[in-house]
């Protein structure tokens, strides 16, 4: 199968965010996906980005992308956190999810990171097995915590904080 990595583009966002919504489906959340080509656009094309994506393209069709951001870790220092690696069904198991997890790793390691990080949902053994046989650690004993933006307000609310 021939395909390419590439960095993706303001006009690639749609079909990012096709990605997006079709990993949401797949972790069982379809309604979960709240933000639009314009955020994911004006997120990721400012001088100073949120985020880096890759996409994977087979043909002309985007079937694949990598996204991921900085984070810092008092412990190492400079890390990557890979928030999603997505191929999407019909091209799974050809190498698009080796190639952008490499490709993942070799920008974040040209940045100078010392750990690039992810989470992966426990009943999803195949990327489970596809992260292990890449060298990755999956953890059973840190537990993701998250506040919804709900959960922020309404923490601002009940600590008399002003946004």
């Known amino acids: ?37 314009e ?28 996204l991921g951001y900085r984070r810092y870790s008092t412990w190492k220092g400079p890390t990557m956190h890979l928030e999603d690696l997505i191929v999407s069904r019909n091209y799974r198991r050809k190498g698009i999810g080796k190639a952008l997890l490499s490709n993942f790793v070799k920008v974040s390691s040209l940045r100078g990171v010392k750990r690039i990080e992810w989470a992966v949902l426990n009943w999803n053994s195949d990327a489970i097995k596809f992260y292990e046989a890449n060298g990755a650690k999956v953890h059973d004993d840190w537990l993701v915590t998250q506040m919804n933006e709900v959960a922020i307000k309404k923490f601002l609310k009940n600590n008399n904080e002003n946004i």
Do not use: T
């Open 1 to 37: 199968m021939n395909f390419i990595i590439r960095p993706a583009l303001k006009d690639d966002m749609g079909d990012v965010l096709s990605l997006i919504k079709e990993l949401a489906v797949f972790e069982n959340q379809p309604d979960a996906v709240e933000i639009s080509v």
């Open 39 to 66: 955020d994911l656009i004006n997120h990721g094309f400012k001088s100073d980005p949120m985020f880096l994506c890759h996409v994977a393209i087979y043909g002309d069709k985007i079937v694949g992308m990598s």
